[in-house]
């Protein structure tokens, strides 16, 4: 299965300026693909922590993508940290030259070429949405931070990753969490492919806790369900979804 | 300055399950308290990788936060991870025990006093909130996941966090970000104190780039703006915020 991290990258997230919009539509495109989502670090404007961060989930995970610090000024320093995350160096990217130039046209300023330098050796993904194209340096996706373009950069993202798609079965239980604790062990211990979570949920009349089963093999995530409903007791079932 | 990391832990999250509605909450709590967040990480229920990122966090930071983990079920193990990231054994709090056998009375299980755990050594903090107290072991405090107990649980840590207040200012322009880009590098190096932010807004008609300026320190915030003011193009600055 493939995995995946995210860094999101602004002081404006941590303190509390802007709410972080983008994490939730990668959560989702992250679910929708069966890639699994193994870590989300917020982190800011600075370019050694992002240089760790990058080196350490670009060598941990599958794909990485950062989101945030693109821009042309000061407090953008993304294009830097990747490239010293794989000790690179920063180069300006002759295509995205071009674009920018025309783009911009009688608003350009020597500041906007900012926005043409890539870690060095970088590709481009182009989007076909009329924006700049992402760029891509080895494992690592640099998204635009601004939520407008950030979700428009996605359907690029999402042709490049098509993973397997989990199956997710849920029971819902009007037991008591600590109660059936030694059940789900069992479970989890025969079932050890099967990612199984529990819930507990106040303010709902009808159950008070969620169990969660979820693999790339629906068999077994069925045999998971079947064996955890034996060792339940009937009457603590309100609903079983599959 | 106090600083700040806090550390969201649960698949449920990173699969699209359930939203993160308490890192909104920190944040805005964080930014109230004028303590410096700056780094928010989202784990999943594995001992070894909380482990990890407590031990991290904790060298790095004043103040540690983790939300999630601390229930009955074989996916809560954020008391094993923050006692392996210290090296201490867990250990059955006596006074948590009482209150854990009192709260649950007939509905008690022996799993339930895997709520009792604590990281060798921890001290309770209570809250006066008739839930159970919140576990602190060393900087680190322990909250739970779940949205309606974690809020519940941020009054004390409130009470803890006592920080300065931090000055923010903001102007508004009608400016290119890339224009403006040499004028604020001449304002962050000769302010190094002030944090100084620039965030691009589309959609906007008044005004194109929103500059943030901040600092303990009101009065380095307001001279920095006024070195903006003189270096801006008058007609390009919208509004200003002090």
Redesign the interface.
């Known amino acids: 299965m493939t995995t995946a991290a995210a860094i999101i990258i602004g002081?404006?997230?941590?303190?509390?300026?802007?709410?972080?919009e983008n994490?939730?539509l990668l959560?989702?495109l992250?679910?929708e693909l069966g890639v699994?989502?193994?870590?989300?670090?917020?982190?800011?404007?600075d370019c050694a922590t992002i240089a760790a961060e990058v080196a350490s989930c670009a060598a941990r995970f599958d794909v990485v993508l950062t989101s945030g610090g693109i821009?042309?000024?000061?407090?953008d320093c993304t294009v830097r940290g990747v490239a010293a995350a794989f000790a690179l160096g920063v180069e300006v990217h002759p295509e995205l030259e071009a674009m920018i130039r025309g783009y911009?046209r009688d608003?350009f300023?020597p500041?906007?070429l900012?926005?043409a330098e890539v870690p060095a050796g970088s590709r481009l993904l182009a989007g076909g949405d009329g924006l700049l194209p992402l760029i891509v340096c080895r494992n690592v996706y640099l998204f635009p931070g601004?939520p407008?373009l950030f979700s428009a950069k996605l359907p690029s993202l999402r042709r490049e990753l098509k993973g397997a798609v989990k199956v997710l079965n849920g029971l819902y239980l009007r037991s008591?969490?600590?109660?059936?604790?030694?059940l789900?062990?069992r479970v989890?211990a025969e079932f050890p492919e099967v990612?199984?979570?529990?819930?507990?949920r106040?303010?709902e009349t009808e159950f008070r806790v969620w169990i969660?089963l979820?693999c790339v093999d629906g068999a077994r995530v069925a045999a998971a369900v079947e064996r955890l409903l034996e060792l339940l007791p009937a009457e603590d079932v309100v609903r079983v979804d599959r």
Request: charged share 30%; aromatic share 6%.
């Open positions: 002081d404006e997230i941590l303190s509390g300026k802007f709410r972080d994490t939730p959560i989702d992250m679910a699994e989502l193994q870590r989300i670090s917020v982190i800011g404007d821009g042309p000024t000061h407090d911009w608003r300023t500041a906007a900012r926005m601004v407008r008591d969490e600590s109660r059936i604790a030694p789900l062990d989890v990612k199984i979570g529990s819930y507990p106040f303010g969660s979820e």
